[in-house]
């Protein structure tokens, strides 16, 4: 998987380790990898590469990721957008060129 990095060490994503019972369901839903089932625990692995789009948050059946979701909904239409377009992808960003570097 070609993976965009977003802005580093700005994104909310936390897992809360007492909470997490390790179903795994974050990492079967993360579009981009971000979480790790690796011997029967649950940890994030590419902390980075969230795009805050809540869909671990949203399936987590023990309330154990917290997540400011919003911004990365938008930086994923930018990403959809600059594959359909074939350029680089812009939402918008403090580049104002790009959202994922």
Same mark, same amino acid.
């Given at each position: $998987?070609?993976?965009? #990095?977003?802005?580093? @060490?700005?994104? =909310?994503?936390q897992l809360i380790q007492e909470k997490c019972n390790n179903?795994? $369901? ?12 690796? &011997? ?6 590419? #902390? &980075?590469?969230? $795009? @805050? ?6 399936n987590c059946p023990q309330g154990a990721i917290l997540l &400011?979701?919003? &911004? ?12 359909f377009n074939g350029t680089a992808p812009t939402c918008g960003?403090?580049? @104002?060129? =790009?959202?994922?570097?």
């Amino acid at each position: $998987m070609n993976r965009l #990095r977003y802005y580093s @060490e700005v994104v =909310t994503l936390q897992l809360i380790q007492e909470k997490c019972n390790n179903c795994g $369901m974050c990492v079967k839903v993360c579009p981009h990898e971000v979480f790790e089932l690796k &011997d029967k625990k649950v940890r994030i692995i590419g #902390r &980075d590469f969230c $795009m @805050e789009c809540g869909a671990c948050k949203q399936n987590c059946p023990q309330g154990a990721i917290l997540l &400011d979701v919003g &911004d990365g909904c938008g930086c994923a239409a930018g990403i959809i957008q600059g594959a359909f377009n074939g350029t680089a992808p812009t939402c918008g960003g403090p580049d @104002e060129g =790009t959202c994922c570097n």
